[in-house]
């Protein structure tokens, strides 16, 4: 598995049989990283994991014409990847589980208080543990990848919000101080929330890789 922005190269050898598959969105980002917090870019895969993933490329390239059908293969592959990885490893299969019961707790209470340590508690592991696992598998360690989830939300609501003052954007999304609020959210997308609003900038930053911010004490998180 290579991950966005590596380069690679074959060594000289026999010849290589390969296929590729880019994907992107955040499932299936999330389940490769946590495929990869386990393996590293190298899999060793079983022979019939191999092939049912070639055959998920041939369908791609012969009948993935349409966008639902092209994501659902590609679903499918990622899966399979999972099902070979995680297995073998029962215990790693939890953690995932665990993590997404997480992710899931994360987004259903974005409006209010979610401290590193109420949500170890959440996955039921001491808050040591729980912020190398987290940060393994998502890539941010929990508060940063709170506060960014809290402004991608914030985000949504003043585009889909149009007449929501920015005081009530900043409470829906857990952010207590809106002048705090403005401030990390003018650090991570390069202006501040009421400009964001007017010059209708949604669409170029919703898929904006992660940018770490480093969350202060005027953080609800």
């Known amino acids: 598995m290579i991950p966005h922005n590596h380069r690679y190269w074959l060594e000289?050898?026999?010849?290589?049989?390969?296929?590729?598959?880019?994907?992107?969105g955040?499932?299936?980002?999330?389940?490769?990283?946590?495929?990869?917090?386990i393996t590293g870019p190298i899999l060793h895969l079983q022979s019939q994991t191999i092939d049912h993933l070639a055959?998920?490329?041939?369908?791609?390239?012969?009948?993935?014409?349409?966008?639902?059908?092209?994501?659902?293969?590609?679903?499918?592959?990622?899966?399979?990847?999972y099902d070979d990885v995680f297995g073998s490893h029962p215990n790693f299969g939890q953690e995932y589980r665990t993590m997404q019961h997480v992710l899931s707790h994360i987004e259903s209470h974005l409006d209010e208080r979610l401290s590193v340590s109420d949500l170890a508690q959440v996955a039921g592991l001491s808050r040591a543990h729980f912020s190398r696992i987290f940060a393994a598998n998502e890539?941010?360690?929990?508060?940063?990848?709170?506060?960014?989830?809290?402004?991608?939300?914030?985000?949504?609501l003043l585009t889909k919000a149009a007449d929501m003052p920015i005081k009530e954007v900043a409470a829906l999304c857990g952010f207590?101080?809106?002048?705090?609020?403005?401030?990390?959210f003018r650090?991570?997308?390069?202006?501040?929330?009421?400009?964001?609003?007017?010059?209708?900038?949604?669409?170029?930053?919703?898929?904006?890789?992660?940018?770490?911010?480093?969350?202060s004490n005027g953080s609800s998180s």
């Open 12 to 24: 000289p050898g026999d010849e290589w049989e390969f296929f590729w598959i880019s994907m992107n």
């Open 139 to 156: 890539g941010l360690p929990p508060a940063e990848f709170v506060l960014q989830r809290r402004l991608r939300r914030a985000a949504k």
């Open 55 to 81: 055959h998920c490329c041939h369908r791609l390239v012969n009948g993935g014409e349409t966008p639902g059908l092209a994501s659902a293969i590609a679903y499918e592959a990622a899966m399979t990847l």
């Open 176 to 184: 207590e101080d809106p002048n705090y609020f403005s401030k990390v």
């Open 187 to 215: 650090r991570l997308y390069d202006i501040n929330p009421s400009d964001f609003r007017t010059t209708g900038m949604y669409a170029s930053v919703s898929d904006r890789k992660r940018t770490r911010i480093i969350p």
């Open 26 to 37: 955040e499932e299936a980002l999330r389940i490769h990283r946590s495929i990869l917090s």
